[in-house]
C-alpha cells in the first residue's frame, strides 16, 4: 500500500470490526441469560462497529487509489465518538 494515512485507516478499521465481534460475543451470552433487551442494544452497537469498519476499509482503498482527494476526518470523528462501552 505504501501509504501510511491507508494504513492507519485500516488499523482502525480492523480495531472497529474487533469491537464488533466482542460486543456481539458478550450479546450473545445475555441473550443465553435471557436479557433480550441488552442483548438487542449491544447487537445493534456491533452493527455500527461494523459499519464504521466497512467505511474506513473503503476509504483507505480510495486512498490507495487516489491519495489527493481523501480526508478522512469524517470518519475519525465517528470512530472515535462511537466506542463500545465494555
Same mark, same amino acid.
Given at each position: 500500500?505504501? =501509504?501510511?494515512?491507508?494504513?492507519?485507516?485500516?488499523?482502525?478499521?480492523?480495531?472497529?470490526?474487533?469491537?464488533?465481534? $466482542?460486543?456481539?460475543?458478550?450479546?450473545?451470552?445475555?441473550?443465553?441469560?435471557? !436479557?433480550?433487551?441488552?442483548?438487542?442494544?449491544?447487537?445493534?452497537?456491533?452493527? $455500527?462497529?461494523?459499519?464504521? =469498519?466497512?467505511?474506513?476499509?473503503?476509504?483507505? !482503498?480510495?486512498?490507495?487509489? !487516489?491519495?489527493?482527494?481523501? =480526508?478522512?476526518? +469524517?470518519?475519525? +470523528?465517528?470512530?472515535? =465518538?462511537?466506542?463500545?462501552?465494555?
Amino acid at each position: 500500500m505504501g =501509504s501510511r494515512e491507508g494504513l492507519s485507516l485500516r488499523e482502525r478499521a480492523l480495531e472497529a470490526l474487533e469491537k464488533s465481534t $466482542k460486543t456481539l460475543e458478550v450479546a450473545f451470552g445475555l441473550l443465553k441469560q435471557g !436479557n433480550q433487551a441488552e442483548a438487542d442494544r449491544l447487537r445493534d452497537e456491533a452493527r $455500527k462497529q461494523r459499519t464504521i =469498519s466497512t467505511l474506513l476499509m473503503a476509504e483507505a !482503498n480510495r486512498e490507495e487509489t !487516489n491519495p489527493k482527494i481523501v =480526508s478522512s476526518q +469524517h470518519y475519525t +470523528h465517528i470512530s472515535k =465518538s462511537s466506542q463500545v462501552r465494555g
